[in-house]
T-cell receptor, first 114, second 114 residues
Framework: DAGVTQSPTHLIKTRGQHVTLRCSPI?????VSWYQQVLGQGPQFIFQ???????GRGNFPDRFSARQFPNYSSELNVNALLLGDSALYLC?????????????FGQGTRLTVV | KQEVTQIPAALSVPEGENLVLNCSFT??????LQWFRQDPGKGLTSLLL?????REQTSGRLNASLDKSSGRSTLYIAASQPGDSATYLC?????????????FGEGTQLTVNP
């Protein structure tokens, strides 16, 4: 069975550009969350979507946006890239929002802004 | 605001040793706590999920405990092997009505020497 898949695996962008990262959850999972992990730190929550509705937003600027599609896949968009946006972006999926559900993560997209 | 702390930040042990990684959190209103493993530049692999009503969970050589009232969890690794070398992250899922975000610690970087 396929796990959480993210694309692309690596990406290099120039300051000021925009980027779109993609995530496909585990089959049957309806919740997708996005996290940013800067080198040497723990992941920080960016967004969560469940059944195509936003269910949570972390402390990130409006340059960050996301959406979830009818097939439960998701995109994370970042506009006007800054050097500080360089990080590993992780996607997590859950079966539902039930209190006993486990989060499963993809392999991440390594974004480098130059 | 929920804060998660992991001690130590780094640990180096000889092969075969039993070891304990520590995780503490400031707000006991959590649904569950998850331990993850992260290899360099990779995504997160879920190791154990402990519900707030549970005291411990075991998987193979791993045993995780949870003391919600004191805001502490430990991950015990028995008979460590070089393949256990990785960063170990703990994350709590705070009680909230709308979503299921995780709050992470900064991780413990474990090196097991042959």
């Amino acid at each position: 069975d396929a796990g959480v898949t993210q694309s692309p695996t690596h990406l290099i962008k120039t300051r000021g550009q925009h980027v779109t990262l993609r995530c496909s959850p585990i089959s049957g999972h309806k919740s997708v969350s996005w996290y940013q992990q800067v080198l040497g730190q723990g992941p920080q929550f960016i967004f969560q979507y469940y059944e195509k509705e936003e269910r949570g937003r972390g402390n990130f600027p409006d340059r960050f946006s996301a959406r979830q599609f009818p097939n439960y896949s998701s995109e994370l968009n970042v506009n006007a890239l800054l050097l500080g946006d360089s990080a590993l972006y992780l996607c997590a999926s859950r079966l539902s929002l039930g209190s006993n559900t486990e989060a499963f993560f993809g392999q991440g997209t390594r974004l480098t802004v130059v | 605001k929920q804060e998660v702390t992991q001690i130590p930040a780094a640990l180096s042990v000889p092969e075969g040793e039993n070891l304990v990684l520590n995780c503490s959190f400031t707000d006991s209103a959590i649904y569950n706590l998850q331990w993850f493993r992260q290899d360099p530049g990779k995504g997160l692999t879920s190791l154990l999920l402990i519900q707030s009503s549970q005291r411990e969970q075991t998987s193979g050589r791993l045993n995780a405990s949870l003391d919600k009232s004191s805001g502490r969890s430990t991950l015990y690794i028995a008979a460590s092997q070089p393949g256990d070398s990785a960063t170990y992250l703990c994350a709590v899922r705070p009680v909230e009505t709308s979503g299921s975000r995780l709050t992470f610690g900064e991780g413990t970087q474990l090196t097991v020497n042959p």
